[in-house]
């Protein structure tokens, strides 16, 4: 844990990371464990608007704040005004920058203008430009995320253990919370999570095979499977999925919120996800993942907090990783990294999760 004595002089602690919704998830083990450690310093959690339904029983000493900084808090006289209300109310006197981008460097800017130390991420850009380049690959594994994150806090002088486990502790979710979704988790039955959408083309496996996945899947005895999605585009692309099979739900048909949906995979027994805001949201809930991997690699960092590559489906090839986040044009033109993946082999895998958690 952090000696209290370390940092007198930090009473309220501004820290910032506005997107993606996945790099905000990344966030959370690491704030509600500084919190936990320095209880005496207050720390105020900036971000947008949706992403700060994330942070679920944060620790008392934790305010999360969601701003709308598209349109009231948008250009550089947003942001002033942004650090003024927020330097007036909250008595900001060190600032976190888990984000590093434009947005975070004005802010940065006008508090150092009124004597507040700053502090950012060091993204590791050269070691991300090295393992995604086209020839010459350096094919080591770089540091995570949530490394990256805790860096930038012991900068500052925070010294602290990892003590998160879940955002509902040591138990589960009240399951009235998702009593809209599904009844309560009867015994004996096992619980998949399926989330096939990601961001970016790299990095979704072909609809038409992980439909076949959930076919099977769906086939097994005494399993229910919830198909998670957002967006009309996804609500009609899943629809046919739960359709045509009494045990699969889809959540796309409407927008529940992040608190039911982290309470309802509270109960599950694992996710299938790509490598998406998806998998980063099971692991604050301790719900192990299956991810699948195509135009990215868990390399790059960006693995789920506590998730094992073991449980990462990718296939070998040399032209992998080409892109950090999944945005890039395939080298090859067929996304061969995802359409070569058999779908026997994710039906394996979450076979060989579901089969450790009965032993």
Same mark, same amino acid.
């Given at each position: 844990?952090?000696?209290?004595?370390?940092?007198?002089?930090?009473a309220?602690?501004?820290?910032?990371?506005?997107?993606?919704?996945?790099?905000?998830?990344?966030?959370?083990?690491?704030?509600?464990?500084?919190?936990?450690?320095y209880p005496?310093?207050?720390?105020?959690?900036?971000?947008q608007?949706?992403?700060?339904?994330?942070f679920?029983?944060?620790?008392?000493?934790?305010?999360?704040?969601?701003?709308?900084?598209?349109? %009231?808090?948008?250009?550089?006289?947003?942001?002033?005004?942004?650090?003024?209300?927020?330097?007036?109310?909250?008595?900001?006197?060190?600032?976190?920058?888990?984000?590093?981008?434009?947005?975070?460097?004005?802010?940065?800017?006008?508090l150092?203008?009124?004597?507040?130390?700053?502090?950012?991420?060091?993204?590791?850009?050269?070691?991300? #430009?090295?393992?995604?380049?086209?020839?010459?690959?350096?094919?080591?594994?770089?540091?995570?995320?949530?490394?990256?994150?805790?860096?930038?806090?012991?900068?500052?002088?925070?010294?602290?253990?990892?003590?998160?486990?879940?955002?509902f502790?040591?138990?589960?979710?009240?399951?009235?919370?998702?009593?809209?979704?599904?009844?309560?988790?009867?015994?004996?039955?096992?619980?998949?999570?399926?989330?096939?959408?990601?961001?970016?083309?790299?990095k979704?496996?072909?609809?038409?095979?992980?439909?076949?996945?959930?076919?099977a899947?769906?086939?097994?005895?005494?399993?229910?499977?919830?198909?998670?999605?957002?967006?009309?585009?996804?609500?009609?692309?899943?629809?046919?999925?739960?359709? #045509?099979?009494?045990?699969?739900?889809?959540?796309?048909?409407?927008?529940?919120?992040?608190?039911?949906?982290?309470?309802?995979?509270?109960?599950?027994?694992?996710?299938?996800?790509?490598?998406?805001?998806?998998?980063?949201?099971?692991?604050?809930?301790?719900?192990?993942?299956?991810?699948?991997?195509?135009?990215?690699?868990?390399?790059?960092?960006?693995?789920?907090?506590?998730?094992?590559?073991?449980?990462?489906?990718?296939?070998?090839?040399?032209?992998?990783?080409?892109?950090?986040?999944?945005?890039?044009?395939?080298? %090859?033109?067929?996304?061969?990294?995802?359409?070569?993946?058999?779908?026997?082999?994710?039906?394996?895998?979450?076979?060989?999760?579901?089969d450790?958690?009965?032993?």
């Open positions: 844990m952090g000696r209290n004595d370390e940092i007198p002089r930090f309220n602690v501004l820290i910032a990371r506005f997107s993606a919704l996945g790099d905000v998830a990344m966030t959370v083990p690491v704030i509600y464990s500084v919190c936990a450690a005496h310093v207050n720390f105020i959690m900036i971000t608007e949706v992403p700060a339904s994330l679920i029983n944060a620790p008392s000493n934790l305010t999360v704040l969601g701003f709308d900084i598209k349109t %009231r808090y948008h250009g550089v006289a947003g942001l002033w005004r942004l650090c003024r209300e927020l330097r007036s109310k909250y008595h900001i006197d060190a600032f976190v920058d888990l984000h590093y981008v434009l947005r975070t460097h004005f802010i940065s800017l006008f150092r203008l009124a004597g507040i130390p700053c502090r950012h991420i060091n993204k590791g850009r050269r070691g991300k #430009r090295a393992l995604t380049r086209a020839s010459n690959k350096r094919m080591l594994p770089l540091i995570s995320s949530r490394a990256r994150y805790r860096e930038v806090f012991h900068r500052f002088g925070f010294s602290f253990d990892e003590t998160f486990t879940s955002i502790g040591d138990e589960r979710a009240n399951p009235a919370a998702f009593a809209e979704i599904s009844a309560p988790k009867p015994a004996g039955e096992r619980w998949i999570a399926v989330a096939p959408f990601a961001k970016h083309r790299g979704i496996y072909p609809l038409p095979l992980m439909a076949k996945v959930v076919d899947m769906a086939a097994w005895d005494n399993v229910r499977i919830f198909l998670f999605g957002a967006g009309e585009q996804e609500r009609d692309i899943l629809h046919p999925w739960a359709e #045509r099979h009494e045990n699969v739900v889809s959540l796309a048909e409407k927008r529940y919120g992040f608190p039911v949906e982290l309470s309802l995979l509270s109960y599950c027994d694992v996710m299938l996800s790509m490598d998406s805001a998806n998998m980063h949201l099971a692991a604050l809930v301790k719900l192990t993942v299956v991810s699948v991997w195509g135009a990215t690699h868990p390399y790059c960092g960006f693995m789920g907090w506590h998730q094992s590559e073991r449980n990462a489906v990718q296939l070998n090839m040399t032209c992998r990783p080409c892109s950090v986040f999944g945005n890039k044009p395939c080298y %090859r033109g067929d996304y061969y990294c995802l359409a070569g993946i058999p779908p026997s082999l994710m039906i394996s895998k979450v076979k060989e999760v579901l450790g958690k009965c032993e």
